[in-house]
């Protein structure tokens, strides 16, 4: 059973990564507190307008009909450590922060490879500040804004209504409205989901990012985050896999502070303990994708690759980037169908899912079929693929999420010795981000600004977020992979190889591509706190109190 | 078991040092431990990381035959726990003071602790003394160095005197390290014996309770219960006390060939991707030759680095 929250008191991006929810632009601002007094008021003004994890009304459900409707645009608020200091927030509740978050993202760029081209000095101007501490400048609040498209794709009149709100909040005597986002020195980093025509020339979104896959699929369910019908349909392949092997959302203090977690504990919490319940951590990272060279270092090694294999090299081009990430540029993953022949025949299979996904009204069989499409997108172990010769063990989505790779009888045959996902389901992360920069395929250039804005949430910075990028994604240990990282996302130099693994009485034989090229780099980022609305009022108040 | 066990001997040195000694700097009398601890800090790690591997030194440590790993520090005082938990219904009936102060456990010294593990064939002293020679040849400035803050390490002026300091100062070790078995070792289970002896024991027993001709009283059942208990205990004890078999090819030597050859077989594997099959002989041939993977004595990884670098042969 799924526990009862109050999400009227939780913000909603915990709940929802509103770019799925039909909210595909995004714009995030940056403000400075000048002073205390100053701070609150903004925090007071701010508070109404925050966007909670209220149900939302759903038009193919009939059976809630009380549920509000859709906002034309959401607005959260996060504070970093420096920001609750600037509030003046009571010693005693600042000194017992978790430390992570009181040294800021600039300052773990070790734990988190931010070293490089992921160095700070690659950041955009406005991120810099967490390190050069320079008056005035100081990274205090993060207000996110999520909108809805017209037809024609553009955001709904209201963004522009907010922005200018926030500029004339942020120009005020005591509030500051950061600049100097991506090279122009924007006063607000842009985001935005690729937007494609449908057949009737009105616009829909699409999850594709700059590399040409589609994102975000796999999120974590956890309990209470959705009502019971719609839990049971995405807790498959999204939640944890129990020792009967069946699937189970997370326990919710893995991503909301002040309940249960997953060893049957509290998360970690400062004094007074009401101050975080019911929040969450964010990571907020922008990061910048080096299109081009991925594009043409994929092409480059399709060549070697096709000749091998003796298959053309379009096919080769497009197996490689699969192998790399897990999924087929469609997010078909490779689980489900591992090779080209049969990712082409799954893709002829479901053709009509496009239709169907851009179909407004949708008839009962419409939306079990789009359930089932949904299942075979994200239900699936590793289990079945222990050799990696489906999809590679270092390929980015089995790094991101291990699922049941780390059973310690993985590899038995006697499946009451099984424990599911037991050692990963501490180290799950909510992901709540956009791309960004413009989806021009004809412009092939590493300098042009585009990427992923990647939120991370989780009730523990340092043992889910730090622990994923550092142990997971940089590093190979846990996946016997020995220094090997993420084809992908890692930090590459010209040792780091990407192995592709193949069945042992296969006539290919295994692959291996080396010298990765840098594909991501680190352009800025920060570690914020996501109260909830009870914790923001005291905080506009003034009157949180540890004793 | 204990200092010996896995093929490895567990080496743990507590070499005391005058809480109240002093060495002088710049006319000022300065603690000898803060000393010490400043030494330590400036002594090279292994090249274990980037900064490390960039500073060009190496671990002194390295240098000394067999050594797999080694850890040096000092330490002052015994951590206090705390007071020793009383049952408050024992104090009332003894009249406790719970006010007065219990006593707190001190260390006579403070010491400099040495803990290391090497290759051994067993745990005798003369599989100490080969190594504590080794250690004297390649380290001996640096161990006066530090040693020379100890309390009798006047004394030792070669070899020999080194070695009987080290074992004057040796202490016990009971929790070794050793992560080198990689598959499930043998079963070492005692429950063969525990099964076979408790047989015969509760066999003598019934024995003695058929015909009652010992003065043991076997036939008494709390007598036989109270042997079956010790019989077990001593056979737990027993194989507790042996030590574990080595893990195959864990002396230090196998271990550096095993990373070397690893590294250059991934090489090796990269390299030829796609060859056609005599291509493929021929070059892995080359590579036998250059590398030669089953002779522990040539090429392989220098000790204290982590990376060996791929050379194509």
């Known amino acids: 059973m799924s526990a009862p929250l109050d999400l009227r008191d939780i913000q909603g991006n915990i709940v929802r990564a509103y770019g799925r929810y039909g909210y595909p632009h995004a714009r995030y601002f940056l403000f400075h507190i000048r002073h205390a007094a100053s701070g609150r008021a903004f925090i007071a003004t701010l508070l109404p307008h925050v966007t909670t994890a209220e149900r939302w009304a759903d038009p193919t459900d009939t059976e809630n009909t009380s549920h509000i409707a859709r906002p034309p645009t959401t607005l959260n608020v996060a504070l970093s450590f420096r920001g609750l200091e600037a509030l003046d927030l009571p010693t005693q509740t600042l000194a017992q922060l978790p430390p992570e978050f009181i040294d800021g993202m600039a300052r773990r760029c070790h734990i988190l490879s931010d070293v490089g081209p992921s160095g700070h000095k690659h950041w955009d101007p406005v991120w810099h500040d967490p390190i050069a501490h320079k008056h005035g400048t100081e990274i205090h609040v993060l207000v996110s804004i999520s909108a809805r498209m017209q037809p024609d794709g553009t955001p709904v009149p209201e963004l522009e209504e907010v922005t200018d709100w926030l500029r004339e909040l942020g120009a005020g005597k005591g509030i500051k409205l950061l600049s100097g986002h991506d090279r122009n020195g924007a006063d607000y980093q842009q985001a935005g989901a690729r937007l494609v025509a449908r057949d009737d020339g009105n616009m829909r979104t699409d999850a594709g990012e700059h590399f040409g896959f589609e994102d975000g699929i796999g999120n974590p369910v956890f309990a209470g985050q959705y009502p019971p019908q719609v839990e049971a349909r995405r807790v498959k392949g999204r939640g944890k896999i129990m020792a009967d092997q069946s699937w189970e959302p997370l326990a919710t203090g893995e991503f909301l502070i002040g309940h249960v977690d997953e060893s049957q504990e509290l998360p970690f919490s400062t004094r007074p303990p009401r101050f975080m319940y019911n929040g969450t951590f964010l990571a907020f990272r922008k990061l910048h994708e080096n299109a081009a060279t991925f594009r043409s270092y994929v092409d480059t090694q399709s060549a070697d690759y096709a000749k091998w294999h003796g298959i053309p090299h379009q096919e080769a081009d497009v197996t490689l980037r699969a192998k790399m990430i897990g999924r087929w540029p469609n997010g078909v993953p490779l689980m489900t169908a591992p090779t080209y022949g049969e990712m082409m025949k799954f893709e002829a299979e479901w053709a009509d899912i496009p239709a169907l996904k851009a179909k407004i009204g949708r008839s009962r069989m419409d939306q079990a079929r789009l359930d089932t499409y949904d299942n075979l997108m994200i239900d699936f172990k590793y289990r079945d693929d222990p050799s990696g010769a489906r999809c590679p063990i270092s390929a980015h989505i089995r790094r ?85 990282n993420c084809p992908v996302l890692g930090f590459h130099d010209h040792r780091s190889k990407f192995i592709i693994q193949s069945e042992p009485d296969s006539e290919t034989g295994p692959w291996v591509l080396t010298a990765l090229p840098q594909f991501v780099e680190t352009r800025g980022g920060e570690y914020f706190f996501v109260p909830s609305l009870n914790t923001l009022n005291m905080i506009a108040l003034g009157v949180v109190d540890p004793t | 078991m204990a200092n010996y066990d896995a093929g490895h001997f567990f080496l743990t040195v507590m070499a005391p040092i005058d809480r109240d000694g002093w060495i002088e700097l710049d006319g000022q009398r300065r603690s000898v431990l803060d000393h010490v601890r400043g030494i330590l800090t400036t002594l090279p790690t292994a090249q274990q990381d980037t900064p490390s591997t960039e500073s060009g030194l190496n671990s002194p440590f390295a240098a000394v035959p067999g050594t797999h790993f080694a850890h040096i520090f000092v330490i002052d005082e015994l951590r206090f726990n705390g007071r020793r938990p009383s049952n408050p219904i024992i104090d009332l009936i003894l009249n406790t003071h719970l006010t007065e102060a219990q006593k707190v456990d001190r260390l006579p010294h403070a010491y400099l602790v040495l803990s290391l593990d090497f290759d051994a064939l067993d745990g005798s002293d003369a599989a ?97 219960l109270l042997l079956l208990i010790i019989a077990n205990i001593a056979i737990i004890a027993w194989f507790g006390l042996t030590p574990f078999p080595k893990a195959p090819d864990s002396d230090i030597n196998s271990v550096l060939k095993a990373l070397y050859i690893q590294q250059m077989f991934t090489g090796f594997a990269v390299e030829n991707l796609g060859k056609s099959d005599t291509d493929l002989q021929s070059a892995f041939d080359a590579f036998c030759v250059a590398h030669q993977p089953a002779v522990i004595s040539g090429p392989r990884q220098t000790p204290g680095v982590l990376h060996s670098t791929w050379k194509k042969p």
């Open chain 1, 400 to 484: 991101g999420n291990m699922r049941d790779m780390l059973d310690p009888r993985l590899a038995s045959e006697d499946r009451s010795t099984w424990d599911g996902s037991a050692l990963t389901n501490r180290r799950r992360i909510l992901r709540r981000g956009l791309p960004y920069g413009p989806f021009d395929p004809e412009v092939d250039n590493d300098s042009v600004e585009r990427g992923v804005i990647f939120i991370a949430m989780c009730a523990n910075i340092f043992r889910q977020f730090e622990f994923v990028l550092q142990q997971w994604v940089n590093y190979g240990l846990d996946l016997n992979q020995g220094n090997d």
């Open chain 2, 128 to 224: 100490l003394k080969a190594y504590t020679d080794g250690l004297w040849r390649e380290m001996r400035d640096t161990l006066v160095l530090i040693f020379g803050h100890c309390i009798g390490f006047e004394k030792v002026t070669g070899e020999d005197s080194f070695f009987d300091y080290m074992r004057a100062a040796q202490v016990t070790t009971s929790l070794p390290y050793n992560d080198y078995w990689t598959q499930e070792p043998p079963d070492r289970s005692p429950l063969k014996w525990m099964i076979a002896v408790s047989l015969v024991i509760i066999m003598l027993g019934l024995a003695g309770w058929m015909v009652p001709l010992w003065s043991l009283e076997l036939g008494n059942v709390a007598t036989t």
